[in-house]
């Protein structure tokens, strides 16, 4: 059976039944073994030998924008494309480094290689092209995630990927290949023939361990130990001199580890392979290499102290904080150094207050080791070094205090952060930690309300390091607090400029251009934002709100469901399922739809309100009018008052309905005044007996209607009230009557 050329494929073993695809060849094909260049291996590859040259030749212009992804994964293309934009992070090493970047950015990155391979391939291939990665058993969670995100995104027609490897118990690919995927037979690769005499275990040793040719790998454990070690170490040396970077994070840390000298030149390889992956955010890819270089060092001695402490940070930052606990405890057994419990410390308060689930976060205890690491801190040896530490620590614990409230205590720790940096440091020294606490303190003031003095801090920070993509997005925010829409936008599309696809900008700016009455641009922003995240809920319920506005209705009810798979008691979901049955006239399920919205939400005004239409559109007025208590009691609106005035109207409580209709006539945004509510203010009043009341609210109501045409309550009103506006309902019985 043949392949569509618009089906992507997850390569697998023949099974012998006949009923896999067939696989095409492929115009391309990478190995993404982790073993050859660690992080976004298969991925580096395609770029540096076949995208990024082609690009260049063909259309240049689509290079620039992507940049900052094309260096993170290739950054052996440095000398061949723009310089991407420069920030105080990228260039701050050592301890100088104090600001690592989250683990959702090998997201980021992904989605912009994503959009790159798909313009590259419509600029260069436009017959289409298909892209093989293989060896995606041994490859780093980078190039999994990278083709989980090109297997939902990428056109097959466009570009089709087949994945050799992975399954779908992978969290990173294994959903991809299950919903994009179709099952197809590996092809038999044949073989190598290696002519007679061919050094079999030198071609594992070029390898770089990776050849799977039983013969190969078993020549390889015949030889020597000694003999081994040397040719290994002989091989990380040849790969070191290519001054290739991203060797460093693969091959030559492998043949290091197994060297003639592990203990010391494999675990510095390593750590040094470490610490480039966590520069880089690159946190599951330096777990792997800390546990690795960890194994071939002690306890007892100061690199393992230090790769336990690698281990525990990234453990933290991929969101595993119970696990991380081990290892700073480890840490803490094993040292009595002041600097090994001074960072233990610190990151055992982060723990607390950031990285643990948030049930489990204790902001007390985070707050005990954020004292713990400021007194350690406080207690350096070196005056300058003393400052320093002495400043993080106190952003840190400034963290710590905002997340207990405190807020004018958390203004103070960055200030008092801010001054000891000044004390101690020149204007060019540490300039990244410097501008966090700007920017930390800009944080503070928008929490604290201080808008003007928050701005200015932004604005400080910005100057400092104008090219840094987050700045711009929490200015935005600020910006659009403050009514200055046109500044924020700027600062949105700023932002969105100088990252890669940064799905937060879509789905704020999304927010405010709803807020500016703009709903077909906060549309195409609700759709990237859901190109980048489908699972997202809260712009699933925004586009659907858009949608049910516009009448697309299956469109709004896919959005609904979907987002209902993603998290099944949104109570917000739940409430649109309940308007779309009920649009439906699916009564029962659109009841069913509110009720459970309000049991995850009582709180839910939307819910009530529509659950009080539906009850009265079913004559279950007394049930209309509770359900209408409860919303206004949530929040008074004069639409709801106008609909709890129309219910009590029929149930004869024309006291209650008259307070509302005043309320909602008072309240209302229209002008000049809703003649529905004139009309109905009216009835109530003439019922109370109120005729002069009635007569002016129907005048005016007959007044607005002159222009349009009749009123549709004229008759009701010359039954009842002719005589009170005589010449002024057309045909009235005394409409000659003279006043």
């Known amino acids: 059976m043949t392949a569509s050329p618009r089906t992507h494929l997850h390569l697998v073993a023949p099974s012998g039944t006949g009923d896999l695809l067939s696989a095409p060849e492929p115009g391309i094909s990478v190995r993404c073994h982790r073993q050859l260049r660690g992080p976004y291996t298969g991925a580096g590859a395609l770029l540096r030998d076949h995208v990024v040259p082609e690009l260049l030749r063909r259309a240049p212009g689509l290079v620039t924008p992507r940049v900052t992804e094309i260096l ?33 950015r090998t997201r980021r990155l992904a989605h912009g290689i994503a959009e790159l391979l798909t313009d590259w391939a419509t600029a260069c291939r436009p017959s289409g092209v298909t892209v093989e990665f293989r060896d995606l058993d041994h490859a780093d969670p980078t190039d999994l995630e990278l083709i989980g995100i090109l297997l939902r995104r990428c056109d097959p027609a466009i570009l089709t990927v087949l994945a050799e490897g992975g399954t779908a118990a992978d ?24 002519p007679a005499g061919t050094d079999l275990a030198q071609a594992f040793v070029d390898s770089d361990g990776t050849d799977p040719d039983p013969a190969v790998r078993r020549a390889y454990a015949e030889l020597p130990a000694g003999e081994r070690a040397r040719r290994h170490t002989a091989r990380a040396a040849d790969l070191t001199a290519r001054d290739e970077p991203t060797l460093l994070l693969g091959a030559v ?21 470490v610490v480039i992956c966590m520069q880089l955010g690159f946190y599951e890819a330096a777990l792997h290499l800390a546990q690795r270089a960890r194994h071939l060092t002690r306890p007892d001695q100061p690199r393992y102290v230090t790769l336990t402490h690698k281990i525990g940070a990234c453990l933290a930052y991929l969101d595993r904080g119970w696990e991380a606990l081990g290892y700073f405890a480890e840490q803490q057994r094993i040292d009595v150094g002041a600097e090994v419990h001074l960072g233990a410390a610190y990151m055992l308060s982060m723990l607390y207050t950031r990285h643990l689930p948030k049930a489990d976060q204790d902001h007390e205890v985070a707050l005990a080791w954020a004292n713990t690491a400021i007194a350690l ?6 005056p300058g070094e003393r400052a320093f530490r ?23 720790l960055v200030k008092e952060a801010a001054r000891r940096m000044d004390a101690a440091y020149g204007p060019t020294e540490h300039q990244l930690h410097r501008s966090v606490l700007k920017y930390n303190r800009g944080l503070v003031l928008t929490a604290l309300g201080e808008r003007s003095d928050a ?29 200055s829409h046109e500044g924020a ?44 995240e489908p699972g997202h809920v809260d712009s699933l319920i925004n586009r659907a709100d858009i949608l049910l506005a516009r009448d697309e209705v299956e469109r709004a009810a896919a959005d609904v469901e979907h987002g209902l798979t993603v998290d099944p008691g949104n109570a917000h979901l739940l409430c649109a399922r309940g308007s779309l049955r009920a649009d439906a006239g699916d009564v029962d399920g659109a009841w069913a739809s509110y009720t459970a919205a309000l049991a995850q939400d009582p709180d839910l005004v939307a819910a009530w309100a529509n659950r009080a239409v539906l009850a009265y559109s079913l004559g279950r007025t007394t049930e209309a009018v509770g359900d209408l208590d409860h919303a206004i009691a949530l929040g008074d609106d004069a639409t ?25 006539l008072a309240n209302a945004a229209s002008e000049p005044a809703d003649p529905e509510l004139l009309y109905r203010r009216g009835a109530s009043r003439h019922a109370l007996g109120d005729l002069a009341g009635a007569a002016a609210d129907w005048r005016a109501h007959l007044s607005a209607y002159r222009a349009e045409g009749p009123s549709p309550y004229r008759e009701e009103i010359r039954a009842l009230a002719a005589h009170l506006i005589p010449g002024e309902v057309p045909g009235g019985p005394y409409s000659t009557v003279p006043a």
């Open 455 to 483: 701005l200015a801090a932004f604005d400080e920070v910005i100057a400092d390091d104008p090219e840094y993509a987050d700045y711009y997005f929490e200015r935005a925010g600020l910006r659009r607090s403050a009514g």
């Open 253 to 273: 840390p492998y043949h290091a580890e197994h060297g003639a000298d592990p203990a010391t030149t494999g675990v510095e390889t390593t750590y040094h392979a």
């Open 640 to 664: 709801l008052r106008a609909n709890r005035a129309v219910a009590l109207q029929d149930l004869g409580e024309h006291g209650r309905a008259l307070a509302d209709l005043d309320l909602a």
């Open 171 to 194: 969290p990173h690919l294994g959903p991809a290949l299950a919903a994009h995927t179709r099952p197809a037979a590996d092809r038999q690769r044949p073989r190598t023939s290696w």
């Open 377 to 382: 801190a406080d207690h350096y040896p070196d």
């Open 390 to 412: 002495g400043a993080f620590m106190r952003n840190g614990r400034a963290l710590v205090e905002l997340h207990r409230g405190n807020r004018e205590g958390a203004l103070t």
């Open 72 to 104: 993170a994964l290739a950054p052996e293309l440095a000398a061949h494309v723009p310089a991407p934009p420069s920030t105080l992070t990228e260039h701050a090493g050592g301890v100088e480094r104090t600001r690592y970047y989250a683990a959702s």
């Open 489 to 532: 936008f700027e600062d949105y599309q700023r932002a969105v400029e100088l990252s890669p696809p940064f799905f937060e900008v879509h789905v704020n700016r999304a927010d405010m251009l709803r807020d500016l009455g703009d709903d077909d641009a906060a549309l195409r922003d609700l759709n990237y934002a859901l190109e980048l």
